[in-house]
């Protein structure tokens, strides 16, 4: 058992890669039914790029976003939070709503254009991970806004890597799901997807200190985020 998780450690960190979401092997690897890049948005503040953020849900001409409530929490409470589109179109905000005990937040914007809407999916609660036959089928993405073009476009980065595990313990703040990608604070809040292009959680945390066993000598460096089921309750 330890030689097969060993195994499995070592394929994890082999599978990372961060790559431009327009780039041809993401085209060939990703459904394009999924508009990765029109279903998230930056969250940002001034010149302050807070994090990241999807779009839940539209009814009539008004956009729910969701996003971190720490990223929102630590912002300066003086300034309106502005959600960016991936093309240029910019929304300030002031009705934010945090979900109770968990690290989530809804703002809400009004807009004429007609932007994409996630598509979402449960993942099953804890997954047997060691099963070689379903590597493959664990693979994650998450993707996030990195910077900003000279057109004040978003610029977004995908990231990969395969789901540890989906817990249905009580961690604190709804950090219950658990995978091997890489990222950065500005990735915060944004979707996690599964292979087929649904949203199966919220990306909320990246401890790249954080060890996988209890000796670290595999793999180190753990994403946590808020699992789908939570959000949809």
């Known amino acids: 058992a330890d030689i097969k998780k060993n195994e499995y450690y070592k394929f994890m960190a082999s599978v ?35 994090g990241t953020g999807f779009l ?32 240029g179109n910019t929304y300030t905000s002031s009705e934010i709503k945090y979900i109770k005990n968990l690290d989530l937040a809804s703002l809400k914007i009004r807009s004429d254009q007609n932007y994409e809407i996630g598509k979402f999916k449960e993942l099953p609660v804890n997954i047997n991970f060691i099963n070689d036959e379903v590597f ?13 073009s000279e057109e004040n476009k978003p610029i ?31 990735f915060i809040g944004g979707p996690i997807f599964d292979r087929n292009g649904f949203i199966v959680g919220v990306h909320s945390a990246y401890d790249q200190n954080k060890k996988l066993s209890p000796k670290g000598e595999d793999f180190v460096g753990v994403s946590q985020g808020i699992p789908i089921n939570l959000i949809l309750q």
Do not use: H, M, W
């Open 16 to 50: 990372n890669f961060s790559i431009d979401p327009d780039s041809n092997f993401s085209k060939r690897y990703l459904p394009q039914s999924i508009k990765l890049k029109e279903i998230s948005v930056a969250i940002k503040q001034g010149d302050k790029l807070l």
């Open 56 to 87: 839940l849900n539209k009814e009539e001409d008004i956009y729910t976003i969701l996003t971190s409530r720490e990223i929102l929490e630590n912002s300066n409470k003086d300034n309106l939070i502005e959600i960016v589109f991936f093309d």
């Open 136 to 148: 493959f089928q664990k693979a994650l993405f998450n993707i996030g806004v990195k910077s900003f």
């Open 156 to 186: 977004y980065l995908l990231n990969s890597g395969n789901l540890i595990a989906n817990t249905d313990y009580n961690i604190p703040k709804g950090y219950q799901l658990i995978y091997s990608n890489r990222s950065s604070e500005n």
